[in-house]
C-alpha cells in the first residue's frame, strides 16, 4: 500500500511533503498535490510535514475521503 493525498490539501498545497519525500512520487494538480502509489514506498516520512493533516496511509484514510484513494492512483493512470 501507499500513502494518499487527502481533501485538505486542496487549496492549500504547500508542496512540504514533496520537499521531503525521498522518491519525489509526490506530484502536483490543479487542485491538490497527488502520491503515485505505485512509486510510493510507504516511508511515511510526509505525513508528518503536512500543516493540514491531509496525508494518510491508503488503507486508514478517513471514510469521507476514501474515495481520494482512487484519485491519486487515477491521477498518474490517465495521464
Ligand atoms: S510515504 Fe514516503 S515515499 Fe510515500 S509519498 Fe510519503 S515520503 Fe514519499
Ligand atoms: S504538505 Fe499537505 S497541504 Fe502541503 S502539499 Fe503536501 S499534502 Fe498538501
Do not use: L
Given at each position: 500500500?501507499?500513502?494518499?493525498?487527502?481533501?485538505?490539501?486542496?487549496?492549500?498545497?504547500?508542496?512540504?511533503?514533496?520537499?521531503?519525500?525521498?522518491?519525489?512520487?509526490?506530484?502536483?494538480?490543479?487542485?491538490?498535490?497527488?502520491?503515485?502509489?505505485?512509486?510510493?514506498?510507504?516511508?511515511?516520512?510526509?505525513?508528518?510535514?503536512?500543516?493540514?493533516?491531509?496525508?494518510f496511509?491508503?488503507?486508514?484514510t478517513p471514510?469521507?475521503w476514501r474515495?481520494?484513494?482512487?484519485?491519486?492512483?487515477?491521477?498518474?493512470?490517465?495521464?
Amino acid at each position: 500500500m501507499a500513502y494518499i493525498i487527502a481533501q485538505p490539501c486542496i487549496g492549500v498545497k504547500t508542496a512540504a511533503c514533496a520537499a521531503i519525500c525521498p522518491v519525489d512520487c509526490i506530484h502536483p494538480g490543479t487542485d491538490q498535490m497527488y502520491i503515485d502509489p505505485v512509486v510510493c514506498i510507504d516511508c511515511g516520512a510526509c505525513e508528518p510535514e503536512c500543516p493540514v493533516e491531509a496525508i494518510f496511509e491508503a488503507e486508514h484514510t478517513p471514510e469521507p475521503w476514501r474515495s481520494y484513494v482512487g484519485k491519486n492512483a487515477d491521477f498518474f493512470r490517465k495521464a
